[in-house]
């Protein structure tokens, strides 16, 4: 390891630290100097990207990600897509979340649950609720204990369509998975009984 890596590296982990004491201030500025010095960093413009959004400096986080896409390897820049998602939740709304949960899906090397889930809960926002429902499908067929929440926003969709027999099924899958998901037990008691009528 060079000493540019391993000041690099140390440095990251002092922000790090800072971040997790709530010291976001001083974190933000450990990193903006790690930036500085390492500006080809992925990782470094992720973690500064994040902490600025943190602090609510909304426009300085969103050029932070869009420097860490440009630098990050193939196998993050899902990850980075869907963080600027999230930020554009916040700031532009979720037709423009949208567009980068999408690209995010499209850099994917495999289904990550947690980004069909926000992509899935974004369309569901804009009111797409099929489209909603397609992906939340794509998310529970993964392989994660994330796909609980899928299961949980299918039971609902299901539930607001009369579509009672699918939304307990879909309720007692997440139950399986996770027995003290409060929505799932919702719908289930709300449908105790109502699936089984004619």
């Known amino acids: ?14 922000a790090l630290r800072k971040s997790q004491a709530g010291k976001t201030v001083e974190a933000a500025q450990i990193l903006e100097e790690v930036a500085k010095f390492d500006p ?24 932070a ?11 993050r820049k899902t990850h ?23 690209e995010a899906i499209a850099h994917m090397y495999a289904p990550v649950a947690w980004v069909h889930i926000l992509y899935g809960n974004a369309l569901f926002m804009l009111g797409d ?15 994660s204990e994330e ?4 299961y949980e926003n299918l039971a609902l969709i299901y539930r607001s369509q009369k579509k009672y027999e ?17 929505v799932a037990k919702s719908v289930a008691t709300s449908l105790d009984g109502i699936e089984r009528l004619p």
Request: charge should be negative; charged fraction near 30%.
């Open 129 to 143: 609720v099929a489209a909603a429902e397609e992906i939340f499908c794509l998310a529970a067929s993964v392989d």
């Open 147 to 150: 796909r609980v929440e899928a």
């Open 166 to 182: 699918d939304a307990m099924r879909h309720a007692e899958k997440a139950l399986e998975i996770c027995p003290d998901s409060e």
């Open 80 to 102: 980075v897509l869907a963080s600027l998602g999230l930020l554009y939740e916040q700031t532009r709304g979720y037709a423009a979340a949208v567009e980068s949960y999408r």
């Open 65 to 75: 990600f869009k420097r860490a896409l440009r630098y990050a390897p193939k196998e």
């Open 40 to 63: 080809q960093g992925g990782y470094v413009w992720v973690e500064y990207a994040r902490v600025l959004k943190e602090l609510r400096r909304f426009d300085e986080a969103e050029v």
């Open 1 to 14: 390891m060079d000493s540019a890596s391993g000041l690099t590296k140390a440095k990251l982990r002092l």
